[in-house]
């Protein structure tokens, strides 16, 4: 599941379990559950880290 931090200068987008019930970068516990939108923004600037098109060695 995708969390959103809700402090006021962090807002990190995370993705962890509901045990995992702290943000991982600032180490507040004010998370939620992120949004959809929230969600397509975290996948999407994930995947824009990954390298384009396949390596072939
Ligand atoms: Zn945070």
């Known amino acids: ?3 959103a ?3 006021k200068y ?3 987008l995370f993705y962890g379990s509901q045990r995992e019930a702290a943000c991982p970068d600032c180490g507040k516990k004010q998370i939620r559950p992120a949004t959809r939108g929230e969600r397509t923004e975290f996948f999407r600037l994930r995947t ?3 390298p384009v098109g396949k390596r072939s060695g």
């Open 48 to 50: 824009e880290f990954l």
């Open 1 to 3: 599941m995708i969390y």
């Open 5 to 7: 931090c809700q402090t």
């Open 10 to 12: 962090c807002h990190y």
